[in-house]
């Protein structure tokens, strides 16, 4: 009986900060009907946003699968000097307002910047272009993979590595076919998180795109945009799409997990 | 294959696992590594397989330097206390996973698993997972995945260590004969002086990184090199300036000039066998192993005064 009081606080809790605010854009969307918000969500410029955001995803996501896994691997197996360093700085973007590594970026990569005089040299567009918005995206997103794997893997221990060894795999063989197989739960979850990430980004992306309609804004920016300028059926209508696709992505995530589990 | 060891050291941090051991094992034998824990048993046998690297010292297989040899090139079965089976893998996967490395065609992968699955009793649970077998059932299989490629030597590595007893028993009798059927050279470690003496020809004495005394466990127990090695296998009584074996003294009512005066502390009825811990005036305590019929002849009990002579000790000096 004394659980019931938890469970109400838990529950209150969850509806009011999470699924409140998030059935109101449901609501919303649909309050003028169907029309307007296909209307708005078909707008030339809206479509390129939306593939822009999936493209920057396209990009980053992959990048930082593979760093999260090498830098978890490094972070666990190899004790080297600096290892705890590494492992705390992949925390960075958690703790680095987005604003504040979009500013960083812009002093950078601008026009006086260390790297920006290099690129302008030859030509290279970084900042106001997708590039830049790549690099701030890869940046905010980068920890969730490492944060996922490095608890799996230390928990795998070694022991069923070097049993692979012992068998005559080397250690490329052994990667694939006994470490990655088992923290692949770890690692789909990272790739999940940092999906939903890049997706959303908004701050850092804000200050390094320069916001410009059809060119270089994403699906957040528009619909910040649609908001200023009191479109508030196109405001809904795509924040109803990116709400939809990290609805869609959690629910797959919790179909496939339950197989995982009854096997293991 | 011949296994020689060569003056291996080898220190983690501050603890100094190994220190200068050498070991000869002979190919073809079946050799225990025994000692306490932290005797350095399990490197030594991790460093054979190239899973540790030695600070100094060779190793040599067959002949061979092989101490910078990795461990896919040794062609060594390990078998780890805890199993280490490949959890997202079949039964019978984990046991072709070898075979696979080794590209060896598909039936011939499918006929040699089916084999070792008989041998080791696992037939039918070749689709399992390891999470659906049991302890005893996961030994076996990863013993099943070290022989697939029919590896030159066997190390396992406190292989029963985390087992119940009677599975424990079985799997003890099983490896007797696993070893010879196949003949191959088998190096076990192992901190159950029983079982060493049980399963082993030749049983290697460890103690604090260094090699204490290295005998066919006959001569171990009959004859042992020092103090710890005459303490640690078998039960051993310091008795004065010298050790007795509980079944080496004579429990007597009347005193003559070679006993001992003690006072019976406590007797404990093993079935046929009955210990009795007993305390001599100069306080020392020491155990005595004896007969059901002696006990009962002597009508022995706790309380008692008797006279302990010693019928074969043994004196280090």
Known sequence: ?264 | MSIVVHNVSKRFGDFQALDSVSVDVASGSLTALLGPSGSGKSTLLRIVAGLETPDTGDILLAGSDATELSPQKRGVGFVFQHYAAFKHMTVRDNIAFGLEIRKRPKDEIRRRVNELLELVQLQGFGDRFPAQLSGGQRQRMALARALAPEPKVLLLDEPFGALDARVRAELRLWLRRLHAETQTTTVFVTHDQEEAMEVADSVVVMNRGRVEQVAGPRELYDTPANEFVMSFVGQANRFGPSWVRPHDLRVRLTPDESTHEALIERVTHLGFEVRAELVRDDGERFTVQLTRDETERLELASGQIVYVEPTRETTFT
Request: proline content about 5%.
């Open chain 1, 1 to 264: 009986m004394r659980r019931y009081p938890l469970r109400v606080i838990a529950l209150g809790y969850l509806l009011l900060v999470l699924l409140g605010p998030l059935a109101m854009i449901f609501w919303r969307s649909f309050d003028e009907g169907l029309g307007p918000l296909w209307t708005s969500l078909s707008d030339p410029n809206t479509v390129h946003a939306f593939t822009l955001t999936l493209i920057v995803a396209a990009i980053a996501v992959p990048l930082n699968t593979i760093f999260g896994v090498v830098c978890a691997l490094a972070i666990v197996r190899r004790r080297f000097p600096g290892a705890g360093l590494v492992n705390a700085i992949v925390d960075l973007p958690l703790a680095v307002s987005p604003v504040v590594v979009g500013l960083s970026l812009f002093l950078l990569y601008g026009r006086t910047g260390w790297f920006g005089h290099w690129f302008q040299a030859h030509g290279i567009q970084i900042l106001f272009a997708p590039p830049s918005m790549v690099i701030a995206t890869v940046f905010v997103s980068l920890p969730f993979v490492a944060r996922e794997v490095v608890p799996t893997l230390r928990e795998l221990g070694t022991e069923q590595e070097q049993a692979a060894r012992t068998l005559g795999a080397n250690g490329w063989t052994t990667f694939w076919r006994i470490t990655l197989p088992s923290i692949r739960w770890a690692v789909i979850y990272g790739v999940v998180l940092t999906t939903a990430r890049c997706l959303g980004e908004y701050g850092a992306v804000a200050v390094v795109s320069g916001r410009v309609e059809g060119q270089t804004e994403t699906a957040t920016l528009r619909v910040q945009d649609a908001y200023e300028n009191f479109d508030l059926a196109g405001a809904y209508g795509i924040s109803l799409v990116l709400a939809v696709l990290s609805v869609v992505v959690l629910i797959a995530m919790t179909c496939f997990k339950p197989n995982q589990e009854e096997r293991a």
